[in-house]
T-cell receptor, first 115, second 110 residues
Framework: EAGVAQSPRYKIIEKRQSVAFWCNPI?????LYWYQQILGQGPKLLIQ????????DSQLPKDRFSAERLKGVDSTLKIQPAKLEDSAVYLC?????????????FGNGTRLTVT | DAKTTQPTSMDCAEGRAANLPCNHS???????VYWYRQIHSQGPQYIIH???NNETNEMASLIITEDRKSSTLILPHATLRDTAVYYC???????????FGSGTQLTVLP
C-alpha cells in the first residue's frame, strides 16, 4: 500500500513569512496527526483529526498555527507568521482508527528552516 | 503514557539476531507496547506492537514478560539497513502523544 505522502520535502523561509505543508494519508485511514520534531527530540503532537473533525489540538500554538482536513482525507498545516523556533521537521501520520491498538504510519516529513 | 527505559546504544553483527530490551515497569493494563524506528532523515517507521502476548510479523518479534514490566524486540537476521534509532513506547491512546524518549541507537556491523 502507498504510504503517507507529504510535501514539500524541504522549505526555507524568513521569519514572519507564512508557510503551508500538505499531507495525504494512507487510503482508508480515518485518523490523521501532525507532529513537530525538533532536532534531537522525539515528535510532539500538534493536532489529531478523526475524519474531518478535530480530536485534540491542545498543543497547537493557535495564534500562529492552523490545520484543516476539510473532506476527511488530505490535510494542510499552516504557520503564519513563522518564528525562528518553528524550525523543525513537521511529520504527518495516519492510523486506521483512533484507539491505541492502531499503529501510526508516518510520512517522511517536511524539514522547515526559518532564518 | 508510562515511562520507558532503553539502552543508549547497541551493536550487532550483520546476519545475527538483534535483541533490543525495554523496561516499562509502570505500564498500566490498557497500554500497548509499541516499537518504532527512525532512520536519519526519515519519519518514524512502525515495527510491531502488543498488549500481553508475544507477537511476530514480517519485520520482528516482540517478547513481553508475563508481568508486562519489560519487553524485547528481536530482529532475527539484522542487515545493515536495520541501523537506526529504535523507540519503545507505552501507548495509552491518550491523544497519541507517544513519548518517544531517547531510544536505542542500533548499529549493524558488517
Amino acid at each position: 500500500e502507498a504510504g503517507v505522502a507529504q510535501s514539500p520535502r524541504y522549505k526555507i523561509i524568513e521569519k514572519r513569512q507564512s508557510v503551508a505543508f500538505w499531507c495525504n494519508p494512507i487510503s482508508g485511514h480515518a485518523t490523521l496527526y501532525w507532529y513537530q520534531q525538533i532536532l534531537g527530540q522525539g515528535p510532539k503532537l500538534l493536532i489529531q483529526f478523526q475524519n474531518n473533525g478535530v480530536v485534540d489540538d491542545s498543543q497547537l500554538p493557535k495564534d500562529r498555527f492552523s490545520a484543516e482536513r476539510l473532506k476527511g482525507v488530505d490535510s494542510t498545516l499552516k504557520i503564519q507568521p513563522a518564528k525562528l523556533e518553528d524550525s523543525a521537521v513537521y511529520l504527518c501520520a495516519s492510523s486506521l482508527e483512533a484507539g491505541n491498538n492502531s499503529p501510526l504510519h508516518f510520512g517522511n516529513g517536511t524539514r522547515l528552516t526559518v532564518t | 503514557d508510562a515511562k520507558t527505559t532503553q539502552p543508549t546504544s547497541m551493536d550487532c553483527a550483520e546476519g545475527r539476531a538483534a535483541n533490543l530490551p525495554c523496561n516499562h515497569s509502570t505500564i498500566s493494563g490498557n497500554e500497548y507496547v509499541y516499537w518504532y524506528r527512525q532512520i536519519h532523515s526519515q519519519g518514524p517507521q512502525y515495527i510491531i506492537h502488543g498488549l500481553k502476548n508475544n507477537e511476530t510479523n514480517e519485520m520482528a518479534s516482540l517478547i513481553i514478560t508475563e508481568d508486562r514490566k519489560s519487553s524485547t524486540l528481536i530482529l532475527p537476521h539484522a542487515t545493515l539497513r536495520d541501523t537506526a534509532v529504535y523507540y519503545c513506547i507505552a501507548d495509552s491512546g491518550s491523544a497519541r502523544q507517544l513519548t518517544f524518549g531517547s531510544g536505542t541507537q542500533l548499529t549493524v556491523l558488517p
